[in-house]
C-alpha cells in the first residue's frame, strides 16, 4: 500500500495573549523549556491555565497545538492516522507528531480525560529519550529541541479511578494555579473586561464571597473568566444585577434556590 507522507506547513506562532503573571510561573516555564522538561498544569476551572500556555508559546515563538482531551481519545487521535482519497492512502499526522515535526509546543488539555493507553504514547516523549515512534509507519521521531509538551488538568474534577499514572505524572515539572490574589485578580478583570477599577474590585469581591460561602452547593467555584464576562456585558452597558445572574449565578447552578442565594451575595456587593 503507498504511503505519502502529507506535508504540514509550520504552523505560525499564535499572536500574543494578554497575561498577568502571579508568580514565577513565567521563568519556571521558560527553564522548563530550555532544560527540555515537560511541564504540567493544575487548577481550578478558569484561573489561567490556558491563558499562560497561549502567552508562552506567543512568548517563545512556537507554534502552539491545542488539544482538548476526552474519554475517546486514542493514540491515533494524537499521533496520526492513513487516511484514503482518490489517488490512494496516505499519512496524515495528529496534533501530537505535528508538534514533534514543526518543533511546537503541544498542549494536551484536560489530560487526566484521556485513556491512560493513550497517555503512554507519551513515555518516550517525556523521558531524555525524547522521541516519538509512530508504529504504524515505522518511523521514530526525534524531538527537536524546540518540542514541548504541556499538559494540563482540574483536580476538583478528578474521579477516584482516574488521575494520571505515577510514572505519567512524575516525567513533569508541576506548576500549580489558583485563583490570584484580589488586588491582581481585579487587575485582570479591569484589563480584560474593559470595566472601570472600582467595578472590577466589586466583582473579585463577588467571586471571593461565593468561593468562600457557596463551596458546598457548587461543584466548581467561581472562576476569573465567569466575572470577566459579567465585567464585559457591564462594560456593554448591562446592569450589574443582570450581568451577574447571566454571567455568574445561572453558570453556576441550575438550582433555583441556589441561584437565589447567589444573587443575594450579588445584591449585598453591588446593592439591590
Ligand atoms: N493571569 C491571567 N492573565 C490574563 N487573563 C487571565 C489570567 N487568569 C485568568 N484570566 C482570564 O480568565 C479567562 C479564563 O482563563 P483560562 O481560559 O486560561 O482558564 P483555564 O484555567 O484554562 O480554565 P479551564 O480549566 O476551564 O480550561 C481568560 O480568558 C482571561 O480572560
Ligand atoms: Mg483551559
Avoid at 52 to 77: I, K, N, Q, W
Amino acid at each position: 500500500m503507498p504511503v505519502t507522507p502529507l506535508a504540514h506547513a509550520p504552523k505560525t506562532p499564535a499572536p500574543a495573549s494578554p497575561y498577568t503573571p502571579v508568580g514565577d510561573e513565567i521563568e519556571v516555564f521558560e527553564l522548563a523549556y530550555k532544560r527540555n522538561l515537560p511541564v504540567l498544569l493544575k487548577g481550578p476551572t478558569g484561573c489561567g491555565k490556558t491563558r499562560f500556555v497561549e502567552h508562552m508559546a506567543a512568548r517563545l515563538g512556537r507554534p502552539l497545538y491545542t488539544v482538548s482531551c476526552h474519554d475517546d481519545l486514542s493514540a491515533a487521535d494524537l499521533v496520526g492516522r492513513h487516511l484514503i482519497n482518490a489517488s490512494g492512502t496516505y499519512w496524515m499526522d495528529g496534533p501530537l507528531a505535528q508538534a514533534v515535526r514543526h518543533g511546537g509546543i503541544c498542549y494536551l488539555d484536560e489530560v487526566v480525560e484521556a485513556r491512560k493507553d493513550t497517555t503512554v504514547v507519551l513515555h518516550a516523549l517525556t523521558d531524555d529519550r525524547r522521541i516519538l515512534p509512530i508504529d504504524r509507519t515505522g518511523e521514530v521521531l526525534s524531538a527537536p529541541a524546540e518540542f514541548m509538551l504541556v499538559v494540563s488538568y482540574n483536580p476538583g474534577y478528578q474521579h477516584l479511578l482516574k488521575g494520571l499514572k505515577p510514572s505519567t505524572r512524575q516525567r513533569f515539572v508541576s506548576l500549580s494555579f489558583d485563583f490570584h490574589g484580589a488586588g491582581k485578580e481585579a487587575e485582570i478583570v479591569a484589563a480584560e473586561s474593559g470595566v472601570d477599577r472600582e467595578t472590577a474590585k466589586r466583582l473579585v469581591t463577588l467571586a471571593r464571597a461565593l468561593r468562600n460561602t457557596a463551596q458546598h452547593d457548587l461543584d466548581e467555584a467561581p472562576g476569573t473568566r465567569l466575572i470577566v464576562n459579567a465585567g464585559k456585558l457591564m462594560a456593554g452597558g448591562c446592569a450589574p444585577d443582570l450581568a451577574c445572574r447571566v454571567a455568574v449565578a445561572e453558570c453556576l447552578s441550575d438550582d433555583p434556590d441556589i441561584v437565589a442565594a447567589l444573587m443575594k451575595v450579588v445584591h449585598a456587593v453591588f446593592g439591590a
